[in-house]
């Protein structure tokens, strides 16, 4: 089975960068749909951005507003979420997530594998 592991997060000033990193290991992830998510305490979990499997991407412009990414190694087998101008309403925790099927879903109940999250953590 696959297992995705996130890593990257930390505490960033206002208006700062994180790139959060999602490895991928038993399986090629480019044969998934993968995808971001974050949950705040007491919030729902909210869709961030997914990638399909030819490298098509769609960001919840509502949320990251064109600030977040999401970029592919194929060499190591890794997502990222490269995060810019983060604000006061960005800290949550990030996970990333992953489904076989051939197309993509902003609905976190239709991603059956995910990776364990990474706290991003915004100050001033």
């Known amino acids: 089975q696959m297992q995705l592991v996130d890593s990257g997060g930390g505490l960033v000033q206002a208006g700062g960068s994180l790139r959060l990193s999602c490895a991928a290991s038993?399986?090629?992830?480019?044969?998934?749909?993968t995808a971001w998510f974050r949950q705040a305490p007491g919030k729902a979990r909210e869709f961030v951005g997914v990638i399909d499997r030819s490298g098509g991407i769609e960001m919840n412009t509502d949320s990251v507003k064109g600030r977040f990414t999401i970029s592919l190694d194929n060499a190591n087998n890794t997502m990222y979420l490269p995060m810019n101008g983060l604000k006061p309403e960005d800290p949550a925790f990030y996970y990333c997530?992953?489904?076989?099927?051939?197309?993509?879903?902003?609905?976190?109940?239709?991603?059956?594998?995910w990776g364990q999250g990474s706290q991003v953590t915004v100050s001033s």
């Open positions: 038993g399986r090629t992830i480019t044969n998934w749909i």
């Open positions: 997530a992953a489904r076989y099927l051939p197309y993509v879903s902003r609905n976190s109940m239709e991603y059956a594998l």
